[in-house]
């Protein structure tokens, strides 16, 4: 039965980087799976004004590389990406034919997410990342799209992701 664990959250909460700890502890416990960090298929210039954020393209490149997983025996596939709405998250899952996506939201603190922000947004797009991120942060606490939330404040990255993998119960035998 094929899988979809969807990691979300706003900026700088740490999406990408759980993601591929979780990656890690699924290769380390021998479970196929594929991840793929979705602002990664998305980085197209123009994008439209109906698609600010590129999440048309990024579907499209999603269905396209997913069969080439699915050749190989892999069923559980992860997506790092920010998930604003259950629409969203049903779109994704579609886009790879997929039925009940798992959403786990991360959080941290505004200074949790200013701090990495300011830590990995070293040029021009800082101010836009940082008004963004917290942004973000409110929003998807109101909208509540996810099925479970992981707190990433004062935790290492291997911590939060088997917290994302117990919740997920991808792998019963590995402890938060």
């Not at 700890?21 to 021998?30: F, G, H, N």
């Not at 499209?60 to 050749?71: F, G």
């Not at 886009?95 to 200074?111: K, N, Q």
């Not at 949790?112 to 998807?140: C, D, N």
Request: glycine residues 6%; hydrophobic residues 45%; charged residues 25%.
């Amino acid at each position: 039965m094929q899988k979809l664990l969807l990691i979300s959250g706003p900026v700088g909460v740490g999406k990408t980087s759980v993601a591929n700890e979780v990656s890690t502890l699924l290769e380390e416990a021998d479970v196929a799976h594929t991840f793929i960090d979705l602002d990664g298929l998305a980085y197209t210039f123009p994008r439209g004004t109906d698609d600010p954020y590129g999440d048309a393209i990024a579907l499209e490149n999603l269905a396209a590389i997913w069969p080439n997983s699915r050749k190989r025996g892999v069923e559980h596939l992860i997506v790092a990406r920010v998930i604003e709405s259950r629409n969203y998250a049903n779109q994704i899952a579609s886009s790879v034919d997929i039925d009940a996506p798992i959403v786990c939201r991360l959080t941290g603190t505004d200074d949790t997410l200013l701090a990495r922000v300011r830590k990995r947004e070293i040029g021009v797009g800082l101010a836009w990342h940082e008004k963004r991120s917290l942004q973000l942060a409110r929003e998807l606490e109101v909208s509540a799209v996810e099925d479970y939330c992981v707190a990433t404040d004062d935790q290492t990255v291997t911590q939060v992701a088997k917290r994302v993998l117990a919740h997920a119960d991808w792998l019963r035998d590995i402890a938060p």
